[in-house]
């Protein structure tokens, strides 16, 4: 008992309030069995059954969950803090500067590149944020950006981070573990949809540019690249390829991640003067390393046992059975009570732990409505990321806005707006199986459809957003509904609706193209 009281108090110090209360509402749900109504009632657990089920058994604080994540997730934590002291992170915001800088806008896709690059080593979309978010937020409204903007900005390509392939937040290792799939299967899965998620983020970005009428930066303004810049450069890319070098090689997870810390070690080493003069730093990166590893644990640990709640009452088969009921004849409303759970679920929560629970309470669900099991994991996933983009929580906000002297709630509002496509790829994906690449059924012409469905609908999101097209100039409030509905349109799961709609999108474009007398 009060192993499990400092458990709980733990969980509060690490993250919160939210996690604790969650924690809380499960076990009170376990004990009140008996005298809950309908579909909510079972047989309920006395105190000594909940001590078996959550300290003892395999399901419990020390169970399989709690398991795979220290046995193949930590290390990718250290490994993320290692790139981060041998200075990784500051050669890749000035590379991404100077080649963004020819493009309207270029410091926010400067800031774009470089929290989805380090964003996807870190398992927390705040903890990405407050590492990258000090020196790109300002480089943002340095160019004109309202501070709001900015800070959007910044937690929308931080979470996009976490689904970014190879490493994913190390979520990816969890899902290989649940679905009995093998690593660079899934991040052969997550790769198009990550893709057109940033694309999407970079046109929204530059129609903000065009809007306030920003012009790209001129040669002679722009910072030259030395080659000590391209070498530090090397930081960064050297212990990715070594890493996935050892997946290939038939390494485990947990291995590569160990080959991938050395690599990143030795190279800092050899490539950072002051990194071997400070050696203090690698003291420095295992300590952070750690830290996030505590945290994370105790998040882990204290889900096992809304995890073992969760079996002993049977509420995930049951809530499967009811979604399933939805998806037989109407799979949209199945996906909706899915996404709106997994926001809920994983509000207030890190990437792992909202995964972990979603994946346990929800994603069967969605599966047994007949959704590809890769698909609705990924499904899943990406909605446990965007809830730290969600009102009122919205915990990737609340970090970003003081950085940026902005407003936490006008700052989400604003990042679910950058982040459109990355809501709806999910559906996309879903109903399309093909943008998975690999999954059953898949067929070249179902994929192209989706790509060309995909190009449209973020251009024509990015158009009325923005209130201005780069071929046409300023937009009227018709203009800009029209292309809402056509976005919309070339969306939706059937053809003759999404057909129309993309060759209307792509017919206004080039009459827009011919009439127009100076293109922005």
């Not at 800009?480 to 969306?491: E, W, Y």
Request: glycine share 10%; net charge positive; charged share 10%.
């Amino acid at each position: 008992a009060l192993g499990l009281v400092g458990l709980l108090e733990a969980t509060r110090r690490a993250w919160g309030w939210s996690l604790v209360i969650l924690a809380f509402c499960f076990v009170s749900f376990g004990f009140a069995g008996p005298h809950l109504p309908g579909v909510f009632q079972h047989f309920g657990m006395d105190l000594s059954n909940f001590m078996q089920i959550a300290w003892y058994s395999f399901d419990g604080v020390f169970g399989r969950v709690t398991g795979l994540v220290f046995n193949t997730v930590l290390v990718f934590l250290i490994l993320g803090a290692m790139m981060s002291q041998t200075g990784a992170g500051d050669s890749l915001i000035k590379i991404s500067t100077v080649l963004t800088a020819r493009i309207r806008g270029g410091a926010a896709h400067a800031a774009i590149v470089a929290s989805a690059l380090f964003g996807m080593m870190s398992g927390s979309v705040a903890a990405n944020i407050a590492g990258t978010g000090v020196f790109t937020i300002p480089m943002i409204k340095k160019q004109g950006y309202s501070n709001n903007f900015a800070a959007a900005v910044e937690a929308s390509a931080s979470s996009g981070g976490q689904l970014t392939p190879p490493i994913m937040a190390a979520a990816v290792f969890v899902m290989a573990d649940l679905l009995g799939k093998p690593y660079l299967l899934l991040i052969a899965a997550a790769a198009l949809p990550a893709l057109f998620k940033y694309i999407s983020l970079f046109a929204q970005v530059y129609g903000e540019a065009l809007r306030l009428g920003h012009e790209p930066v001129s040669g002679d303004k722009i910072t030259s690249l030395t080659r000590g810049d391209w070498v530090n450069a090397l930081l960064f890319v050297l212990p990715l390829a070594t890493l996935m070098t050892a997946f290939l090689l038939g390494y485990s997870p947990s291995m590569s991640g160990f080959i991938g810390l050395m690599a990143a070690l030795v190279i800092g080493l050899v490539l950072n003067p002051e990194f071997r003069r400070q050696p203090i730093k690698i003291v420095k990166a295992f300590s952070l390393g750690g830290v996030s590893a505590a945290n994370i644990m105790v998040a882990v640990a204290l889900i096992g046992i809304v995890l073992g709640v969760v079996n002993e009452t049977g509420i995930a088969i049951r809530f499967a059975i009811a979604i399933s009921a939805f998806g037989e004849s109407y799979l949209i409303v199945a996906l909706l009570l899915a996404m709106f759970g997994a926001l809920i679920l994983g509000m207030g929560l890190p990437t792992l732990p909202a995964y972990l629970i979603i994946a346990i309470m929800i994603a069967p669900a969605i599966i047994k409505a007949g959704v590809d099991p890769i698909a609705a994991h990924m499904f899943v996933l990406y909605y446990a990321v965007y809830s730290s983009i969600v009102p009122p929580i919205a915990y990737g906000c609340y970090v970003a806005a003081p950085i940026a002297g902005g407003y936490p709630l006008a700052t989400s509002l604003i990042a679910l707006r950058l982040s459109v496509i990355g809501l709806l790829v999910p559906y996309v994906f879903v109903y399309s199986p093909s943008l998975l690449l690999i999954v059953d059924g898949f067929t070249w012409s179902e994929l192209a459809g989706t790509v060309i469905r995909l190009i449209a609908a973020i251009w024509m999101f990015a158009a009325c957003f923005a209130g201005v097209d780069p071929v046409t100039g300023r937009l009227s409030m018709v203009q800009r509904f029209i292309r809402l509905i056509l976005g919309a349109a070339a969306l939706w799961p059937v053809v003759v609706i999404w057909l129309p709609g993309v060759l209307l999108a792509f017919l206004m474009i080039v009459i827009g193209r011919v009439r127009s007398v100076r293109p922005i």
